[in-house]
C-alpha cells in the first residue's frame, strides 16, 4: 500500500482507503451524526487518511519503550471524602430545552 | 436432565457507601432526597469542569479488593466509556478498563452441601453511576442525582454451576460487603445489581458454549428464578437441534420471563481511551498498608473458626457471623462466659436475634451490652430469677439499660423457691378450682399445666416452675 505524507499543513489524498463506507456509516451512528452521502464519502477519505498516517507508528519498535499515557506528573491529586452542597436545583435546571417536576424531560426514545 | 450443566458467570455493580460522589464533592446517598438535590456542574457534565478523585473511594476498592485475594495494582488507570443515553449527561461514563484497581481473586462460598465453591475474579475496577430515567406516561424525565455516585464492578470468571450456587455467591458476596462496611449492600435499594452470563454444556466437557446475558436480576431470588428458567430454555433449545445465539436478554421480574433485548453496542463501540482529565491512581505500599489496617478477620474465616474453636455447630457458626457486629458480640459475650459457649450461642440465636429482628438495631447498638447478657444468664444458673424471668430481663435491660441485678432487686423478680410460699399459693389455686380438681382426680392429668400456669400467674412467674409442679401434683393426689 501506498503512504502519504504531510506536505506543509496539507496532506494528498489517496485512493487506497483503510475505512470501507460502512464503517464510516457505523462511526457516525455511533456519534449519532446524520451524513449526507458526499459527507460519507468525504470523511471516509478524510479519515482513512488520517488512520493511514497514524499506522505508521506501527512500524516503530517500541519493544522497550513504556507506554506514555500523560506527559505530566503521573499521580492523581485526592480530595477527602466530604460532601458539600452543589448548585441550586433552578441554577442547573435554567439551560435545560425542558423540564418537568423538577425533573429533566428528554424525548422519548423508541427501542 | 442431568447429562448437562451450566456455565454462569456473575457481572457485579457495588455502589460503596462514601458520603460524597466519586470525583465531585456532592453528596452521594440520594434514597431520601427529591430529584436534582444532589448535583452539580461536575457530575452534571457541564463545559469546563474537572474531576477529582474521592480518596475514600480508592480505599474501599482496595479493601474489598484485598478481601477478595486480588492483586491490587499500584498504578491504575481511568478511561472513558462513551455512548449515548439520556441519563448520562457526559456522553462517556468514567470507568476503567484495560489498567484496573485490582486483577484475579476469588471468593469461598460455602455451599449448603457442604462443599465449597471457589468463585475467581476476572476484575475489579472502580467507576462512576449513571443518573435515572422515569418513563411517567411516555414522558421521559431524568434524575441527575445518582451521576457519579461510585461503583466497583467485579466480574466473575465462568465458576458457578447452577442457578443457586449464582445466589449463594451473591449472599456471601453482600455479608462480605457489609462486613467490611464499604457498601449497605441493599439489592432493593439497587446497591447490588447483577448481570449473569449463563450457558450449558455436556457434563464435564472443559469448553465454553455461546452464553447469553441476563441484564437486571436485582435480587436474590430473581437470581435465582432468571437463571434457572434460562438454564432450562438452553437445554430445551439444544434438544431440539437448534444453537444458542448470544442474545441479551432481560429478566421480568413481575412476569416471571426472559425477553430478549435489542442488541447493545459491542466493546469496540464504546470507544474506550485514556481519561484525560484524571492522572493515574498511585498505590504506594505505605498506602496500602494503612488501608488494609482495616482489613477485618473475614466472615467465612470467623465462621470457620467458631466451629473449632468453640465446639460450635455449623448452624450457629453460620448464623452468628452473618453480620460481624453479632460475631463481636458473641466473642465478647462467650470470653465473660468461656465455660459454655454453645450456651451463649443459644441464647443469642433464640432471643437476641428476636430483639435484632424487632428493633432493626445492630447488635452493637443494643443497651442490653454482651455483659449485662452475661448477667442475665449467671442469674438463670445461679436459680435466683427462673428461665421465663430471665428472658424477660432482656427486654426490660434492652428498655431501661439498668443492669439485670438491679431490676431484680427493684422489682422484687428473684424466684420464689422457698417451699412454703408456693406451697401457699398452691393450696390457694387447688381450694378455687373444685371443677379442675376433680377432673385431675378422675384421669385428666394434663390439666397439671393448666395449674402450674395458674401458680405462675399468681406468683407473677416468679416461682420456681419445678417446685410449682411436685408440690402442685402432691396437693392434687392428696
Ligand atoms: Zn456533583
Not at chain 2, 461536575?42 to 463545559?47: F, S
Not at chain 2, 475489579?124 to 441527575?144: C, V, W, Y
Amino acid at each position: 500500500m501506498r503512504r502519504q505524507g504531510f506536505t506543509q499543513s496539507r496532506y494528498v489524498i489517496i485512493p487506497a482507503m483503510s475505512l470501507t463506507l460502512e464503517e464510516v456509516e457505523h462511526i457516525a451512528e455511533l456519534a449519532r451524526l446524520e451524513l449526507t452521502e458526499a459527507e460519507k464519502a468525504r470523511y471516509r477519505e478524510q479519515l482513512s487518511a488520517v488512520l493511514d498516517y497514524i499506522a505508521r507508528l506501527q512500524e516503530l519498535d517500541t519493544e522497550n519503550i513504556p507506554p506514555t499515557s500523560s506527559v505530566l506528573p503521573a499521580r492523581t491529586p485526592l480530595r477527602p471524602d466530604v460532601p458539600r452542597p452543589g448548585l441550586p436545583l433552578e441554577e442547573l435546571m435554567k439551560n435545560a430545552a425542558d423540564t418537568e417536576q423538577e425533573q429533566f424531560r428528554v424525548p422519548p426514545v423508541l427501542d | 436432565m442431568t447429562e448437562y450443566e451450566a456455565v454462569i458467570g456473575l457481572e457485579t455493580h457495588i455502589q460503596l457507601n462514601t458520603q460524597s460522589k466519586i470525583f465531585c464533592s456532592c453528596k452521594a446517598d440520594s434514597w431520601n432526597d427529591p430529584p436534582n438535590t444532589n448535583i452539580c456542574p461536575v457530575c452534571t457534565g457541564l463545559p469546563g469542569v474537572l474531576p477529582v478523585t474521592n480518596r475514600v473511594v480508592v480505599e474501599k476498592a482496595a479493601l474489598l479488593a484485598a478481601a477478595m485475594h486480588a492483586e491490587i495494582q499500584p498504578v491504575s488507570f481511568f478511561d472513558r466509556k462513551n455512548y449515548f443515553y439520556p441519563d448520562l449527561p457526559k456522553g462517556y461514563q468514567i470507568s476503567q478498563y484495560d489498567r484496573p484497581l485490582a486483577r484475579g481473586g476469588y471468593l469461598d462460598v460455602p455451599l449448603p452441601d457442604g462443599t465449597t465453591r471457589q468463585v475467581t475474579i476476572e476484575k475489579l475496577h472502580i467507576e462512576e453511576d449513571a443518573g435515572k430515567t422515569k418513563n411517567d406516561n411516555g414522558r421521559r424525565l431524568i434524575d441527575f442525582n445518582r451521576c457519579g455516585v461510585p461503583l466497583i464492578e467485579m466480574v466473575t470468571g465462568p465458576d458457578l454451576r447452577s442457578a443457586d450456587e449464582a445466589a449463594q455467591y451473591l449472599i456471601r458476596l453482600r455479608q462480605l460487603l457489609r462486613w467490611l462496611g464499604v457498601s449497605e449492600a441493599d439489592m432493593e435499594k439497587a446497591h447490588l445489581r447483577c448481570d449473569a452470563n449463563v450457558s450449558i454444556r455436556m457434563v464435564g466437557a472443559d469448553y465454553l458454549n455461546p452464553k447469553t446475558e441476563i441484564k437486571n436480576v436485582n435480587s436474590i431470588v430473581a437470581v435465582k428464578e432468571a437463571v434457572q428458567t434460562e438454564i432450562e430454555r438452553q437445554i430445551r433449545e439444544v434438544e431440539a437441534g437448534k444453537r444458542i445465539e448470544a442474545w441479551t436478554l432481560e429478566w421480568d421480574e413481575d412476569a416471571g420471563v426472559l425477553r430478549k433485548m435489542r442488541s447493545k453496542e459491542t466493546e469496540a463501540d464504546y470507544r474506550y481511551f485514556r481519561e484525560p482529565d484524571l492522572l493515574p491512581i498511585h498505590i504506594s505500599e505505605a498506602w496500602l498498608a494503612h488501608i488494609l489496617q482495616e482489613l477485618p478477620e473475614l466472615p467465612l474465616e470467623r465462621r470457620a473458626r467458631f466451629i473449632s474453636q468453640y465446639g460450635l455447630p455449623e448452624y450457629d457458626a453460620d448464623i452468628l457471623t452473618g453480620e460481624r457486629s453479632l460475631s463481636d458480640y458473641f466473642e465478647a459475650a462467650v470470653a465473660l462466659y468461656p465455660s459454655d459457649p454453645k450456651r451463649v450461642s443459644n441464647w443469642l440465636l433464640n432471643d437476641l436475634m428476636r430483639m435484632l429482628n424487632e428493633s432493626g438495631k445492630l447488635a452493637s447498638e443494643l443497651r442490653l451490652t454482651p455483659d449485662y447478657l452475661v448477667e442475665i444468664i449467671r442469674l438463670v444458673d445461679a436459680g435466683t430469677v427462673n428461665t421465663t424471668t430471665g428472658k424477660s430481663l432482656l427486654d426490660k435491660v434492652e428498655a431501661s439499660g439498668k443492669r439485670p441485678g438491679e431490676i431484680v432487686n427493684a422489682e422484687g423478680l428473684a424466684q420464689v423457691s422457698d417451699t412454703g410460699a408456693i406451697r401457699q399459693a398452691a393450696q390457694q389455686i387447688v381450694s378455687a378450682n373444685p371443677e379442675q380438681v376433680q377432673s385431675y382426680r378422675k384421669g385428666k392429668t394434663t390439666l397439671i399445666g393448666w395449674f402450674v400456669g395458674q401458680l405462675m400467674r399468681e406468683t407473677r412467674g416468679k416461682a420456681d416452675p419445678q417446685l410449682a409442679r411436685s408440690i402442685l401434683e402432691e396437693l392434687l393426689s392428696e
